[in-house]
């Protein structure tokens, strides 16, 4: 969860992590970040959203 709250902070390792790539491949990669990351933010709440009925809350 941390790596989805702190983007501005993630910017360094990502930018790391992807040294030895074209900027073109980099921009792919970090799509396909951004959509795994909203991706889990929907799961995440969806989740939250039925126990939180299973439970009462």
């Not at 040294?19 to 970040?33: H, S």
């Not at 799961?43 to 126990?51: P, Q």
């Amino acid at each position: 969860m941390f790596f989805l709250a702190d983007t501005v902070g993630n910017i360094p390792i990502v930018l790391v992590l992807t040294k030895g790539i074209m900027p073109d491949q980099r921009n792919k990669v970090i799509d396909k970040a951004i959509i795994v990351a909203i991706a889990t933010i929907i799961a995440i709440c969806f989740c939250w959203a039925s126990n939180s009925k299973l439970f009462g809350n």
